[in-house]
Antibody, heavy 122, light 108 residues
Framework: QVQLVESGGGVVQPGGSLRLSCAAS????????????FHWVRQAPGMGLEWVAFIRSDGSNKYYADSVKGRFAISKDNSNNRLSLEMYSLRSEDTAMYYC???????????WGQGTLVTVSP | IVLTQSPGTLSLSPGERATLSCRASQNTRYNYVAWYQQKPGQAPRLLIYGASNRATGIPDRFSGSGSGTDFTLTITRLEPEDFAMYYC??????????FGQGTKVEFK
């Protein structure tokens, strides 16, 4: 089982930028990370889950929710077991807990990090 | 695909049976529906995938069923640690991957 730990959240002004990271660790984590696709999922305060972005294991395909397309960029560094989410032109509606999640297969989220909180506020 | 969960809140006592519903706006091929449990302040945890397959380490009091557009998560005998929020998710016609709005199982 791979452990995922997010970092990089914080308070940012509207229009600002932030970079989130997700580090993978645990037994066989390098092989698991390299061979796995990953997602970012967010949850606004008191609200439900919203899928944000996806990246294939080798980084060859990336998909984004319409709400973040053109403003967010997902990337994967297999040599360092690290997933990232670059967020630009942040809006108040981007305020949420952001989770990275490993894709077991076809879009089943079988491992989740503990989340990192992003607050967009003047 | 839009997923609609019902009821919004389920008020039950430990030992009772919980039945949670998830309805999809379109037919799902291969029953590509998963269920997650989320407790306050924690990340979601995968319970069920493929509509009826329990994830690793999930107790057998949790079971999933359904096909097409109607899916059900059943908890046969509620334990105190089962009182939480539950989300269904589809991974059939994706992206985007979509979640239901959640059902809260609370103490009666």
């Amino acid at each position: 089982q791979v452990q995922l730990v997010e970092s990089g959240g914080g308070v940012v002004q509207p229009g600002g930028s932030l970079r989130l990271s997700c580090a993978a660790s645990g037994a066989a984590s390098r092989l698991t990370f390299t061979s796995s696709a990953f997602h970012w999922v967010r949850q606004a305060p008191g609200m439900g889950l919203e899928w944000v972005a996806f990246i294939r294991s080798d980084g060859s395909n990336k998909y984004y929710a319409d709400s973040v397309k053109g403003r967010f960029a997902i990337s994967k560094d297999n040599s360092n077991n690290r997933l990232s989410l670059e967020m630009y032109s942040l809006r108040s509606e981007d305020t949420a807990m952001y989770y990275c999640a490993k894709d077991r297969n076809f879009g089943i989220f079988d491992s989740w990090g503990q989340g990192t909180l992003v607050t967009v506020s003047p | 695909i839009v997923l609609t969960q019902s009821p919004g809140t389920l008020s039950l006592s430990p030992g009772e049976r919980a039945t949670l519903s998830c309805r999809a706006s379109q037919n799902t091929r291969y029953n590509y529906v998963a269920w997650y449990q989320q407790k306050p302040g924690q990340a979601p945890r995968l319970l069920i995938y493929g509509a009826s397959n329990r994830a690793t380490g999930i107790p057998d009091r949790f079971s999933g069923s359904g096909s097409g557009t109607d899916f059900t998560l059943t908890i046969t005998r509620l334990e105190p640690e089962d009182f939480a929020m539950y989300y269904c998710q589809q991974y059939d016609k994706s992206p985007p991957w979509t979640f239901g709005q959640g059902t809260k199982v609370e103490f009666k």
